[in-house]
């Protein structure tokens, strides 16, 4: 094992991700934090964390795309989506089994948002934005009614076959995918892809002029996204076991993962978890003392108020903590 | 064989022409020197000598093939590359990052898997005046002089023999002018051929071979420097002399 851990180091290292052992050991910590955690906390704080899982998972993808790029999509609902669908309507209208299900919702997911978005690309700004909502919201109205036979129309489809069953499974499941997703845009970002698409988000025309193609650098970005949205959309619906058009294709899911991304800190791997854990265990913690909607109010005062005194997010806030703990000690 | 020539280039912008009929060439090794006020059209010609602009008609021929069907990125992987008037760094990124994508490969693949050549990327900074302590700062911490001198390094990094300079010497200082200009004639020491659009005209006479005029995108001359000065319509047209 030594050896392949050196022979990992080496090919990182050398495929220009600058990977230092500290970087090892913080995954590793983080990693063994993540699955200890059903040996310190109650079974409900484990379902409240996959959803957190989920949630990071989603908001991962979207900062692959948006938080990067600096394309604002608001049509990753839309992704997920597909991913769920899919898998739904393979497993339970055609009997697909599930190992198969799943990476065939991948592959429509990356298909159907290449179809449908990719061309939204070659515009800009608040212009890609809109087209990216719309498609959401045309899937939204769309779903119910065409081939409602499939989709199961506004009541969606149930009984969708679990892949794990009890809590402590299902926490294993949703972490160790949650892990995978953030190791692997973890490494991507650190190579020169990563680079070349954080500055297409600071001056695209720049990148261009620099000899680069930013529509293939977009293209493969949001393949990307659209793919671990898709998977990530997958693996929820079967945890669910029940998929509706509104637990989908809702502006709702999509504030969701736009806020825990921008609180947690955009352009970031941890940025995206942090905010996502952040934001499912206040709504959680807020729910004893305001049980209606207007819990979200307090939350959406509170990321208002993290955002107002740091844009970057609470990985900034940390990042200036640490800085400030080794100025103190030197 | 000429690096570029430009052949009966037009472009108009609905009923307005901004670049007609013009025709000049630059020799490879060459240093030209392309002025007229503002507005004459001179940045649109960096356009679409670039593909940043389609122009209306005309050609643009590089080493002898006519580039007008590339792309932007095909154009300087063939070897010719511009700065802007107002420097476009990647603020966030570091100097040494911001010539991290000039050094890239426009190739996925290689950017996943290839290597960060930082000796290359030293190699370039330093080339341009950057201090070792300099190459960690974001862009978004440097001086205009700085910031010209990065879009130099990134602008030499994608390998163009040619560079098309925008005002290259705006908004600078006195010092920081003397630096640009050392740096270009290293540069043309070094055999690259230039391309470059200036207001100062004390400041950019030494560092050309050749000068053309243009105004409202019509060449009005083209010579030497001082020929081109001493045209009358030149000097109606930009000095304001009648």
């Not at chain 1, 209606?292 to 990042?319: D, T």
Request: glycine letters at 10%; aromatic letters at 10%.
């Amino acid at each position: 094992m030594p050896g392949l851990a050196q022979t990992l180091f080496i090919t990182a290292s050398g495929a220009g991700m600058n990977l230092r052992p500290h970087h090892f050991i913080l995954w590793a910590l983080f990693i063994a934090g993540m699955l200890l955690m059903p040996e310190l906390v109650g079974r409900g704080t484990l379902r409240t964390m996959v959803f957190a899982c989920y949630l990071a998972i989603f908001a991962i993808s979207w900062d692959i795309l948006s938080g990067r790029t600096g394309y604002i999509s608001f049509g990753h609902p839309f992704l997920v989506g597909i991913g769920a669908y899919t898998t739904a309507i393979l497993t339970r209208r055609y009997g697909f089994p599930v190992e198969a299900s799943i990476p065939i919702a991948v592959l429509v997911t990356m298909f159907g948002g290449l179809i449908v978005l990719l061309p939204a690309l070659r515009i800009k700004g608040s212009y890609f934005a809109l087209v990216t909502l719309a498609v959401m919201e045309l899937m939204y109205q769309l779903v119910p009614v065409v081939r409602p036979d499939l989709t199961g129309g506004t009541r969606g489809i149930s009984r969708l076959p679990a892949l794990t069953r009890g809590a402590e499974n299902g926490y294993y499941l949703a972490v160790c995918l949650m892990l995978a997703v953030a190791l692997f845009a973890w490494l991507l970002m650190r190579t020169r892809l990563g680079t070349a698409l954080w500055a297409i988000g600071q001056n695209e025309e720049s990148v261009r002029g620099s000899g680069l193609s930013t529509t293939r650098l977009k293209s493969f970005a949001f393949l990307v996204s659209a793919a671990i949205a898709g998977l990530g959309g997958a693996f929820y619906a079967h945890y669910l076991g029940t998929i509706t058009p509104r637990a989908f294709f809702d502006i709702n899911v999509l504030f969701q993962i736009i806020v825990a991304v921008l609180i947690g800190g955009a352009g970031t791997i941890l940025g995206p978890i942090i905010g996502a854990f952040f934001m499912v265990f206040l709504l959680e913690w807020l729910r004893p003392f305001l049980p209606g909607q207007e819990r979200f109010f307090v939350y959406g005062a509170i990321a208002l108020l993290i955002y107002m005194y740091q844009p970057k997010g609470i990985m900034a806030i940390i990042e200036s903590g640490i800085t400030r703990l080794r100025g103190a000690r030197t | 064989m000429n690096a570029l020539e430009i052949r009966n280039l037009v472009k108009r912008f609905g009923g307005l022409t901004a670049t007609n009929d013009l025709s000049f060439d630059l020799a490879q090794g060459e240093s030209l020197g392309l002025i007229g006020p503002n507005g004459a059209g001179k940045t649109t010609v960096f356009s679409q000598i670039m593909g940043e602009l389609k122009q209306t008609s005309g050609t643009i021929t590089f080493m002898g093939r006519e580039i007008s069907g590339l792309s932007t990125p095909d154009r300087i992987a063939r070897g010719i590359s511009r700065t802007y008037q107002v420097p476009r760094p990647f603020t966030d990124l570091s100097v040494r990052e911001n010539i991290r994508v000039g050094l890239m490969p426009d190739s996925l693949r290689a950017m996943i898997f290839g290597t960060v050549d930082r000796a290359r990327e030293d190699e370039i900074a330093h080339s341009v005046g950057f201090a070792t302590t300099d190459l960690d700062r974001p862009a978004s911490e440097l001086a205009m002089g700085d910031l010209r001198k990065l879009e130099f390094a990134r602008t030499l990094a994608t390998g163009a023999k040619v560079l098309l300079l925008d005002e290259v010497f705006a908004g600078l200082t006195t010092g920081e002018i003397a630096m640009i200009a050392e740096l270009i004639q290293d540069l043309r020491g070094r055999g690259f051929t230039f391309l470059m659009v200036s207001h100062d005209l004390p400041a950019m006479e030494p560092l050309i071979d050749r000068a053309i005029a243009i105004e409202r995108g019509t060449l009005l001359a083209d010579g030497s420097f001082k020929d081109v000065l001493a045209n009358a319509e030149v000097r109606a047209s930009y000095l304001g002399e009648a």
